[in-house]
């Protein structure tokens, strides 16, 4: 799928070139980012370094856990807690330790709840540090797979299986989004243009591939994702179907709910989470169209509640 392209970097717009269009189509150059600290500024609006001992404190002491989220693997006990329980995107800090012993604090990472979506695992990528990884899914067989993080990596390792399919909970973190502003976008590599570019050369002879005008797509209204600089992060157009509020501690939160219909599947329905210091003035409503940069996350949905 195809849409128009933006970069995150100091959370500005800027117009690839056409070979980096292409380049970002096919879902080339990226990287696996291991790290969480731009997450947490997003949704803190602060700088991680200061504040992740609060919010240690906080979850350890107010927050709480369910019995999906604890499991045991190699000797080793692991209890993931997560503040405050009566919204959807929380903190969590994941408790580990020798089976029957003390649990201490291993990690930090944002929970966002998410929609379940059925996935064919592709493959991992396990985050050097191990205590999470980055998890590739099949939506169409021969595309590009859809990458996203996964907090509960410890827990689902055993069931992320090559060529299985299971339900996740997936959802996005926007690390920019905004009112969509183009209408029409051009395409100057691929098959679909390549496909143009023979027709109108079979109607033009005598003609080069030089004097093949620009392919114009008409974009309005239609939902698109597209891979973004690193795994996990796709650049997207959709329209916005319902806003809900939520809070993490005193950051306003909103709640947009998309889906991307494709052809051959059910549509993939992805939550996405905006906080107030990456929307700003930008007040998003139901039916409107947005340019959004997500990150990903997802898990195996969680069994007994």
């Known amino acids: ?26 879902g080339k150059n990226r990287l696996h980012f291991e790290g969480l600290g731009d997450v947490w500024a997003l949704l803190s609006g602060q700088n991680p370094s200061v504040i992740m001992s609060q ?4 979850v350890l002491h107010d927050g709480g856990t369910r019995p999906a989220w604890q499991w045991k693997r190699g000797g080793r006990e692991n209890v993931f807690m997560a503040w405050p329980q009566d919204q959807p995107i929380r ?18 990472v944002p ?9 064919t695992v592709e493959g991992v990528h396990l985050w050097q540090h191990g ?33 299985v399919t299971h339900t996740f909970l997936l959802a996005g973190l926007a690390y920019r989004v905004h ?55 796709y650049q997207v157009r959709a329209v916005v179907e319902e806003v809900q509020e939520c809070m993490l501690e005193k950051m306003p939160v909103k709640l947009l709910y998309l889906s991307f219909p494709f052809d051959n599947r059910e549509a993939l329905r992805l939550p ?24 990903l996350q997802g898990r195996i949905i969680d069994i007994g509640g």
């Open 1 to 26: 799928m195809q849409t128009a392209v933006a970069d995150r970097t100091d959370h500005a717009v800027n117009t690839p070139t056409p070979e980096e269009s292409a380049a970002m189509l096919k």
């Open 272 to 295: 996405v989470y905006a906080s107030q210091a990456v929307l700003g003035d930008f007040a998003p409503a139901t039916g409107q169209e947005v340019d959004a940069y997500l990150w």
């Open 91 to 108: 903190a969590g800090v994941l408790m580990s330790g020798e089976e029957g012993g003390k649990l201490s604090p291993a990690t930090a």
């Open 179 to 233: 009112r969509a502003l183009l209408d029409e976008i051009t395409i100057t590599h691929g098959p679909r243009y390549a496909a143009y570019a023979a027709s109108w050369l079979a109607e033009n002879p005598g003609r080069s591939r030089l004097d093949v005008p620009h392919l114009k797509v008409n974009v309005a209204g239609r939902r698109l994702i597209m891979p973004g600089r690193n795994f996990c992060e």
């Open 55 to 58: 919010i240690i404190g906080t």
């Open 131 to 163: 205590l999470g990884a980055n998890v590739s899914v099949n939506m169409i067989d021969g595309e590009n797979p859809l990458w996203f993080f996964n907090p509960l990596y410890g827990r689902d390792s055993e069931d992320l299986t090559p060529g």
């Open 111 to 119: 929970l966002l709840d998410g929609l379940p979506n059925d996935l």
